[in-house]
């Protein structure tokens, strides 16, 4: 599965849009970009994924570039409850299935 | 929304011991459960995948005599850490994907091992 680059932080006011870069030059045609978080002492919460189209759901708006190289993860109003760990991750649709996690982004939301 | 539960939350064990972790998914069938294991300020390291009826398939560098993998339901795996040891104290987290090929992992809230 390719590689991801995040930023190791990033730090937001509270009741603004964050905005979470991932670099995923490597990503190949079959690989979907996957969106994790996880707050401390937690497991990974589930956030969002999309393969080329922008996505949103309750959560989160998912911006992927056209090239498929890179997308940002939009919270569109922050609240203190959205500190955590950001994971980006690219897996493929098909074959292997696991998430293999980097070191993501640690997103704290500032009152 | 699919749910994965993990049981216990927390352990404390003494070292020499074994300690059974369970990772069950509450409302869905999961072939295929995966264990990770997370240390203090890292991320989390995959340690094995557990498959339903066959042998789990562990990463390189764990030990599959240590971490023992069973697999028996569509809805149950379990970790044994055997004959613990302080380095084994870490945060335990299972997660399964749900049927569709597509469908995102979901991942229980994890289980904190401390060996004393």
């Known amino acids: 599965d390719a590689k991801t680059t995040q930023p190791p932080s990033m730090d937001c006011a509270e009741g603004r849009a964050a905005n979470l870069p991932c670099n995923h030059s490597?990503?190949?045609?079959?690989?979907?970009v996957y969106w994790y978080r996880q707050i401390h002492s937690q497991g990974p919460q589930y956030i969002i994924h999309?393969?080329?189209n922008n996505e949103t759901n309750e959560m989160a708006s998912l911006i992927i570039t056209e090239d498929r190289k890179s997308s940002t993860l939009i919270l569109p109003h922050a609240t203190l409850r959205d500190t955590a760990v950001y994971y980006c991750?690219?897996?493929?649709?098909?074959?292997?299935?696991?998430?293999?996690f980097g070191q993501g982004t640690r997103l704290t939301i500032n009152p | 929304g699919a749910v994965v539960s993990q049981h216990p939350s927390w352990v404390i064990c003494k070292s020499g011991t074994s300690v059974k972790i369970e990772c069950r998914s509450l409302?869905?069938?999961?072939?295929?459960m995966f264990w990770y294991r997370q240390f203090p300020k890292q991320s989390l390291m995959l340690m094995a995948t557990?498959?339903?009826?066959?042998?789990?398939?562990?990463e390189q560098g764990v030990e599959k005599d240590k971490f023992l993998i069973n697999h028996a339901s569509l809805t149950l795996s379990t970790l044994t850490v055997t004959s613990a040891h302080p380095e084994d104290s870490s945060f335990y987290i299972c997660?399964?994907?749900?049927?569709?090929?597509?469908?995102?992992?979901?991942f229980g809230n994890g289980t904190r091992l401390t060996v004393t």
């Open positions: 997660s399964a994907r749900g049927q569709q090929m597509n469908s995102p992992l979901h």
């Open positions: 490597t990503i190949s045609g079959n690989e979907y």
């Open positions: 999309g393969l080329k």
């Open positions: 991750i690219v897996r493929s649709k098909e074959g292997a299935q696991k998430l293999v």
């Open positions: 409302d869905f069938q999961a072939t295929t």
């Open positions: 557990s498959n339903e009826g066959s042998k789990a398939t562990y």
